[in-house]
């Protein structure tokens, strides 16, 4: 297992996994921690990587109260070993086949998923075209920021829109706040064009961006959802 740092509170995962079977894009896998006592606990996390290989990775935001994000984030080092089931999911997955548009939605630590779809479709070479709105409190709260890059390997037809909710970088046109519907309408896809639409995120978050995609006239059965927190929240 090696391990990467993302922001000061997240951490990727890097897992040789000898027999893994494959997972399609947006998949998550089951981890399982067990103390000396016997005590076990297990908790879900999204898959970041493409669904080829046998190296996964898996990328954990620290939740300060949580009982296995802070050991995976703080304690867990290079060589260690975890059990995982999976992978685990059909309805939050992007079929490379579907020559559709895409637009991904992500709030904070949601990009994870999203990440495993944009590396599926670099790593094949497609030329359907991807939009990314990620919402993000700062700049510094960012995940893949090498790759999400300008010259970033994952950027190639991939408009990515960072919105910012607390503070934005210097000379940023938008001030920090919510996502909109206008920023739904301008950066997103018309509803004409059929998207395929991925919405991860906190529960308040992927209600609203889903509520504004159907007001805009999306097929409701083609916005796929995933979300963490309190209903609400």
Do not use: K, N
């Amino acid at each position: 297992m090696g391990v990467r740092d993302e922001t000061a509170t997240a951490r990727t995962l890097v897992l040789d996994a000898p027999e893994w079977p494959g997972h399609a894009a947006g998949q998550h896998v089951d981890v399982r921690l067990t103390a000396e006592d016997g005590y076990s606990t297990q908790r879900s996390y999204s898959l970041a990587s493409s669904g080829d290989g046998t190296l996964i990775e898996l990328t954990v935001q620290r939740i300060a109260d949580g009982e296995v994000s802070p050991y995976l984030v703080d304690v867990m080092e290079a060589g260690d070993r975890m059990e995982l089931r999976g992978p685990v999911g059909g309805w939050f997955v992007w079929d490379p086949r579907d020559p559709s548009p895409v637009l991904l939605v992500g709030g904070g630590s949601g990009i994870v998923p999203l990440m495993s779809m944009i590396r599926t479709r670099a790593g094949l070479g497609s030329r359907v075209p991807f939009r990314l709105l990620y919402s993000v409190r700062t700049p510094d709260d960012r995940y893949y920021v090498p790759e999400l890059g300008p010259r970033g390997t994952g950027r190639a037809g991939l408009d990515i829109t960072y919105l910012y909710t607390r503070s934005a970088p210097e000379g940023s046109p938008r001030p920090p706040g919510r996502l909109t519907a206008a920023e739904v309408t301008a950066f997103g896809w018309p509803a004409e064009f059929a998207p395929m639409c991925f919405l991860c995120g906190p529960t308040g978050f992927v209600e609203q961006a889903a509520a504004f995609l159907v007001a805009q006239g999306h097929d409701p059965s083609r916005i796929r959802t995933e979300r963490f927190g309190p209903v609400g929240g």
